[in-house]
């Protein structure tokens, strides 16, 4: 295996546009030196963003333009700022970029001149997007630990993958914080995303990483689609597993992304401490692991679910039919009196009757239907159980609301 203390030495980045020219997530940040590493996603928020302005490109919307000035600003910034020879100072990164990011905003939606809406929406934002960056330094020379610093806004995520797994390192701003496991039944909005026209906060915080590991930096389009967090690190695995090189690796995965995905998707991954063989051979029993003992058993279950729906839609088809079929026959003799009969004559009516005609009227029960237990159920069909007090009360005393006197 490759010395550890060996710093990037495979990685790759995508960006798919679920519509060509017009996908709203950016193309990624990744950049690498011997002690550093860069990774950043940014994901045009297109339904806060829909605002379309006119660019000397065309019709662009306020999304696909705020993930592209944001990245270019955040590049720039980052790659002045990051060094082998220091800290990235936190929280100070996190402000300036804060400030460098809605300078440019401000400028680029003055520029734009777009007009003044009347629709008022907490909803609507200018140039809204997410972003989600790693930025790598190695903690001593030619040391395999390093210090990954985490900067987000929104809810694209920072992963870190190594023997043990995937694990997040990046908090989803969301109205109503939940896991990921969560998330992905329940969509949940988001609390805290960069704008022009709303403050916003760029979130940081340092983890340390050992080396071999990837960092990986993927919008929601990658990762919101897959049944589960273990179904995503499995995607990224089995692709990883039969690559020959990084761009085999990368292929694959957007493939698996491709199949399943109802967004753009954009990712950014740099591995560190191994070669793309040696980190194969690193993650191929977690691989095995999430394969046989998480990712088949769901999915069997999954199938059963649905051939069990299936089953249960064909049955009610069936019932359909049937119900039909017997309708048709039970009709004619439903509705037989329905039909007017010519021949029928009408008496003439007395109107004064010589005898009493009518019974006096019959108590009503009153009061609500007790739930009947196995052996409390009445035996007469037709009549509902009535919750009355043991002991009667005198004809005409008064009653409390429910009892039948």
Known sequence: MSETA??????????LAKVPDHGEDSDPILREGPDLGLAAVFDGMGGAGGTVYDTPDGARSGAYLASRLVR??????????????????LPATAVELHDAIATVLQDALTGLNAPVSRLRSRLLRALPTTMALGALQRSEPDGSR????????????????????????????????????????????????????????????????????ALVCATDGCFGYVPSPMHFEG?????????????????????????????????????????????????????????????????????????????????????????????HRYRDGYEQLLQDDPDASVDPVDETPARQIWKPAKRIATGHIAAAGPAETDSTPGIGTVDTDETSAPEGAPTREGEVA
């Not at 060996?6 to 960006?15: D, I, K, L, Y």
């Not at 694990?167 to 039944?185: E, G, K, V, W």
């Not at 950014?268 to 051979?281: H, K, P």
């Not at 649905?306 to 039919?321: I, N, T």
């Open 235 to 327: 995607l990224v695995l089995d692709a990883l597993a039969g690559a020959e090189s990084d761009e085999d690796w990368s292929r694959a995965v957007q493939r698996s992304i491709s199949a399943v995905t109802g967004d753009d998707a954009s990712m950014a991954t740099i591995v560190v401490g191994a070669d793309l063989a040696d980190f194969q051979a690193v993650l191929a029993p977690r691989r095995a692991e999430i394969a046989d003992l998480v990712v088949a058993p769901l999915d069997a279950m999954a199938d059963e679910i649905r051939r069990a729906q299936q089953d249960l839609v064909d049955l009610q088809a069936r019932y359909v039919a049937a119900q039909a079929e017997q309708w």
């Open 6 to 15: 060996a710093g990037p030495t495979a990685s790759f980045g995508f960006n």
């Open 146 to 213: 390093w210090v990954c610093e985490v900067l987000w806004a929104g809810d694209s995520r920072v992963y870190a993958l190594d023997a043990s797994g995937l694990h997040q390192l990046s908090i989803d701003d969301l109205r109503d914080p939940s896991d990921a496991m969560t998330n992905l039944q329940r969509d949940s909005v988001i609390s805290n995303a960069i704008s022009a026209d709303t403050e916003f906060q760029v979130n940081h915080r340092r983890v340390t990483l050992e080396a071999p590991f």
């Open 72 to 89: 270019d600003v955040v590049e720039e910034h980052l790659l002045r700022t990051l060094t082998p020879d220091r800290p990235l100072p």
